[in-house]
T-cell receptor, first 114, second 110 residues
Framework: DVKVTQSSRYLVKRTGEKVFLECVQD?????MFWYRQDPGLGLRLIYF???????EKGDIPEGYSVSREKKERFSLILESASTNQTSMYLC?????????????FGPGTRLTVT | GEDVEQSLFLSVREGDSSVINCTYT??????LYWYKQEPGAGLQLLTY?????DMKQDQRLTVLLNKKDKHLSLRIADTQTGDSAIYFC??????????FGAGTTVTVRA
């Protein structure tokens, strides 16, 4: 079974702090994704990576950056956390090639910025 | 851009069938998906359908796709309390990104 793990389930940070969220997948997937989930808005894509050191902006990249130094690991960075970044953050991975592109999700990190 | 729309809430009695509806706007989508999210958890893929299919059945789940109306539905037969969750409809195109709806919260009452 595909396993996607996230470094923390719950995180509380102060405004202005630098925040790192880490995601690891064990299925050798090329693609990795970071989403934020807010009630009534569904999942919105923050950033996407299709290869090591490659990244692509999603729908809401402002205030975030990412890092992919190894194939299995994809980090989301909040350079200076703000209260409007309080949310649930979900990481996902998927394989490339022909197929149905289904994404496999981690359990999520609920981040509160105070 | 792509838009996927779902109603936000559905309440159903235990043992009845649930039908969750979704509309999408981009006719070039290749696959359509249903994901389930239980409280405090990530999303779990329930089923998906290729865009050239009309129907897919998998045990208690039936997916219907009407391409003309760009309408996708998920029917859960004999709904159980364990089916209480948020259900997301999503579509993909010829890249690897998925576009998600806002999610339908299904509440199963005794």
């Amino acid at each position: 079974d595909v396993k996607v793990t996230q470094s923390s389930r719950y995180l509380v940070k102060r405004t202005g702090e630098k925040v790192f969220l880490e995601c690891v997948q064990d299925m050798d997937h090329e693609n990795m994704f970071w989403y934020r989930q807010d009630p009534g808005l569904g999942l919105r894509l923050i950033y996407f990576s299709y290869d090591v050191k490659m990244k692509e902006k999603g729908d809401i990249p402002e205030g975030y950056s990412v890092s992919r130094e190894k194939k299995e690991r994809f980090s989301l960075i909040l350079e200076s956390a703000s209260t409007n970044q309080t949310s649930m953050y979900l990481c996902a991975s998927s394989a490339q090639g022909e197929g149905s592109y289904e994404q496999y999700f981690g359990p999520g990190t609920r981040l509160t910025v105070t | 851009g792509e838009d996927v729309e779902q109603s936000l809430f559905l309440s159903v009695r235990e043992g009845d069938s649930s039908v969750i509806n979704c509309t999408y706007t981009d006719s070039s989508s290749t696959y359509l998906y249903w994901y389930k999210q239980e409280p405090g958890a990530g999303l779990q893929l329930l089923t998906y359908i290729f865009s050239n299919m009309d129907m897919k059945q998998d045990q208690r789940l039936t997916v219907l796709l009407n391409k003309k109306d760009k309408h996708l539905s998920l029917r859960i037969a004999d709904t159980q309390t364990g089916d209480s969750a948020i259900y997301f409809c999503a579509e993909s195109f010829n890249d690897y990104k998925l576009s998600f709806g806002a999610g339908t919260t299904v509440t199963v009452r005794a």
